[in-house]
T-cell receptor
């Protein structure tokens, strides 16, 4: 069964460093998302991406964040200068298309900012 | 922002019995609802969904009920099995930018099935 994959599973970085989280969505899916979950809190929407551009973003997704689909398979989330409060689980999700409403999630990347 | 609420942080159910997990929402623009199951250190796994044009959807042991007038949905698991022990998240989406509906999640309910 096709699944969303994410790498790395755990990333440790120093405050102020740049990190890139990678995702490979399900191959025939057209809509891509990033969510995050801070420990003990709910899963929060960050950004949605369709047709090579951001379609919606939350207030969390400020200028320090960017997303890219550099090739036909990868979908990346970059944090330019990490802060302590960026420590969280980051989940990538994908959805097939307009007629399909279900988003399928990857296993997540645990980001720890020291 | 508490648009989706799961008021029970935890629930314990005897194996073989019915588990009922509840979710309330406030945003009347939500038109699609999903339940996800999550184990520690894993991503949410899709379980079952329901569109606002229906009031019930069933898939094997899982049934989701939607009461639009009360803005309430519930997930029934019967019979409950030890492998069902996990955190269950309710999520909702609505008419944001066309075709790009973000999910709004509840805080989750930790279900423990007692053998």
């Amino acid at each position: 069964e096709p699944e969303v994959t994410q790498t790395p599973s755990h990333q440790v970085t120093q405050m102020g460093q740049e990190v890139i989280l990678r995702c490979v969505p399900i191959s025939n899916h057209l809509y891509f998302y990033w969510y995050r979950q801070i420990l003990g809190q709910k899963v929060e929407f960050l950004v949605s991406f369709y047709n090579n551009e951001i379609s919606e973003k939350s207030e969390i997704f400020d200028d320090q964040f960017s997303v890219e689909r550099p090739d036909g398979s990868n979908f990346t989330l970059k944090i330019r200068s990490t802060k302590l409060e960026d420590s969280a689980m980051y989940f990538c999700a994908s959805r097939e298309g307009l007629a399909a409403d279900t988003q399928y999630f990857g296993p997540g990347t645990r980001l720890t900012v020291l | 922002d508490q648009q989706v609420k799961q008021n029970s942080p935890s629930l314990s159910v005897q194996e073989g019995r019915i588990s009922i997990l509840n979710c309330d929402y406030t945003n009347s623009m939500f038109d699609y609802f999903l339940w996800y199951k999550k184990y520690p250190a894993e991503g949410p796994t899709f379980l079952i969904s329901i569109s606002s044009i229906k009031d019930k959807n069933e898939d094997g042991r899982f049934t989701v009920f939607l009461n639009k007038s009360a803005k309430h949905l519930s997930l029934h698991i019967v019979p409950s099995q030890p492998g069902d022990s996990a955190v269950y998240f309710c999520a909702a989406s609505g008419l944001s930018n066309f075709g790009n509906e973000k999910l709004t999640f509840g805080t989750g309910t930790r279900l423990t099935i007692i053998p």
